[in-house]
């Protein structure tokens, strides 16, 4: 038997045709980071999808987990900020890569730890149970007060909970099999419907600003095929002014000489970087030659590898 630590998170496929369906349940997509926490014991410990720490980032949710939950546990949530009634993973990114407390809290960003999942507790691990069956027993686990919250779903009217969901301003829904047990990885067990076009892309490139525009003008975007890093063409709006310096700065330590795209791309003041860093993108729709159509950058994203980023909206 597996104890306390580290879980490879199950991942959601993206699907465009929302269902009903008699053993599925579904909740509220949430615009924040996947978190799994885990405690054997001792102080409990925040792991990104990817298995970085983060409990320098938040450290009223680690409190709250050692207050509020118990000695031995593995539980899977989304940690999120608010802007007004909607999360965004916008309003997230000023303590996404903190690893300092202290400047976490200083931020004065209020965040939340919404608990979907239970794979372990008191010895136990849960991961072979049907969901229903763990979504009870994390009912259970936690005393569920702020910043903790419990992530409600509904049985069934899958179709008209997505309406409504977008209707509120919704990022969109996730549809689970009820009775299937926990799978680590990429899961058919787990859909996503999304209300909004958004995803992560590869950054490869920046070019020169025009105007008044300090830093760089836009982003070159990519993702992975067979083929290599295929261009999805750039983003040069969503940009703050500190977001502009932080993020040139980053750039300029990534330049190189030579295109990481496996196709030629064609644009003015080109500078290409290492393809490292991953950018969350909203974007209206997708150009029949591949390109993105008004993208809009969101953020940065410390929580999933550049070589793991290919296209989900066909």
Known sequence: MTGPGWREPTLATLTHEPFS???WLYERKLDGVRAICSRDGDEPKLWSRNQKAMNGAYPEIV?????????????DGEIVAFAGNQTSFGALQ????????????????????YLFDLLYFDGHDATSLPLWQRKKLLEDAFDFEDPLRLSRHRDGD?????????????EGLIAKRADAPYQHGRSRDWLKFKCVKDQEFVIGGFTDPQGARHGFGALLLGYHDESGLRFAG????GYTEEILRDLTAKLKKLERKSSPFAEPVHEKGIHWVRPELVAQ???????????????RFVGLRNDKAAEDVV???R
């Open 311 to 313: 296209r989900e909206a």
């Open 63 to 75: 409190e709250a987990l050692a207050k509020h939950g118990g000695d031995r546990f593995v539980a």
């Open 94 to 113: 000023p303590r996404i890569h903190l690893t300092d407390p202290e400047r976490a809290r200083k931020t004065g960003i209020e965040v939340f730890y």
């Open 234 to 237: 750039k983003v040069g709006t």
């Open 281 to 295: 993108i909203g974007f209206s729709e997708w150009t029949g030659d591949g390109k993105l159509r008004h993208a």
């Open 21 to 23: 369906g008699e053993n």
């Open 158 to 170: 899958g179709e008209k909970f997505f309406r409504e969901a977008c209707a509120n301003g919704w």
